[in-house]
């Protein structure tokens, strides 16, 4: 089993600003976990993150046909981008939404996601292990 794990803008400069809200750990102690949480379940993880918003549709398109699940924090796009919501929808893959905050107790415009429409679950305000509850989620689907 494959799953891509997608990371949209700002997430690569996790625990050098804003401990307060994301934690502080860093990103790379993210992709870290990602692999070893991987190796754990038996199942192979490809990460990607950008800050762009149609390099992430270029790389959902991409993953048609090539992975089993995704894993999609769209970070401030998941609440303005109705193209990422749009390829979700077209590559039908299974896809999980996760947020290391707590977004619906933050501000009002945070409320709304246009990516989790296409989600089939969304986990958020675990931090980073809401990564591993989604890897889990699509891998215990799988194994049905
Ligand atoms: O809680 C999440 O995971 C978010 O997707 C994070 C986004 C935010 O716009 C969403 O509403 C919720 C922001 C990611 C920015 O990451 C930073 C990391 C370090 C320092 C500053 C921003």
């Known amino acids: 089993m494959k799953i891509l794990v997608i990371n949209g803008p700002n997430l690569n400069f996790l625990g050098i600003r804003e401990p307060g809200i994301y934690g502080k750990n860093t990103f790379a102690d993210l992709l870290q976990m990602l692999d070893a949480w991987g190796k754990e379940l038996g199942v192979e ?3 990607y993150q950008s800050n762009h918003e149609g390099d992430l549709v270029d790389k959902i398109q991409w993953a048609y046909g090539k992975v089993d699940g995704i894993v999609i924090n769209p970070a401030a796009y998941t609440h303005t981008s109705v193209a990422i919501l749009d390829a979700l929808k077209a590559v039908c893959i ?3 939404e ?3 905050s707590d977004v619906n107790a933050r501000e009002s ?3 709304i996601s246009y990516a989790g429409m296409a989600c089939e679950k969304t986990y958020a305000g675990f931090g980073f292990e809401g990564y591993k509850m989604a890897i889990e989620y699509l891998e215990g689907k799988n194994n049905l």
Do not use: G
Request: glycine share 0%; hydrophobic share 50%.
């Open 45 to 47: 993880v490809e990460q």
């Open 109 to 111: 415009f945070r409320h």
């Open 98 to 100: 996760v947020h290391l």
């Open 94 to 96: 299974p896809a999980v």
